[in-house]
């Protein structure tokens, strides 16, 4: 009789701790995926961001011109050529696809705002709202803004040519199954690129 009373014991305490094991993973998935939305969001406004406000041509249209791809943003010149991106799985901003980010989409999309508002204006008040939204395989939506001014410090032309890091990042991959952590921040202080 003790034996299958302990037996019974035994089997209650292993279920409850795979129970807790299996938690304690999904947990870890869910977390890691709420961190990487912003992550991903943080790294496109970035580059978002390090463009000029206008285009150098002078277009006055908002979204991409001529000879633009989304598929190849290096040929993006300025913030609005951002407008109505909308990719499914990431890409680097030549166009190579990330691995371990399947179903990941993000948006972005780009309007003229109003100096004392912020909102929606139907011309060139010399503020653009850059609205980029990530979308995680399981639907966990991560929407960020950020505002660039046409006379703001970022279009001033610095006294002699360089370059600058304008965002510094990590990727970490534990074994080549798992998914990649990622994880990354803007700088406010450019730092010049030392290559």
Do not use: C
């Amino acid at each position: 009789m003790e034996i299958v009373v302990a037996t019974m014991v035994t089997g209650v305490m292993l279920v409850a701790a795979l129970d807790s094991v299996g938690a304690v993973f999904n947990t870890h998935k869910l977390n890691a995926e709420r961190l990487a939305g912003p992550s991903i969001g943080h790294e496109l406004m970035a580059e978002i961001l390090a463009m000029p406000y206008k285009d150098p041509t002078s277009s006055t249209v908002i979204g991409p011109e001529g000879g633009e791809s989304t598929t190849n943003r290096n040929a993006f010149d300025d913030v609005d050529d951002y407008d109505n991106l909308n990719t499914l799985g990431l890409r680097t901003k030549s166009g190579v696809v990330r691995a371990g980010f399947t179903g990941w989409r993000t948006q972005v999309d780009v309007q003229w705002a109003g100096v004392l508002t912020g909102l929606d204006w139907i011309w060139d008040t010399g503020l653009k709202r850059i609205t980029v939204t990530v979308t995680s395989p399981s639907g966990e939506v991560t929407v960020l803004k950020a505002y660039r001014f046409d006379n703001g410090m970022l279009e001033q032309a610095p006294a002699v040519d360089t370059s600058a890091v304008t965002w510094i990042g990590a990727e970490l991959q534990l074994g080549t199954t798992s998914k990649p952590a990622r994880m990354g921040t803007n700088l406010t202080n450019h730092t010049p690129d030392a290559n």
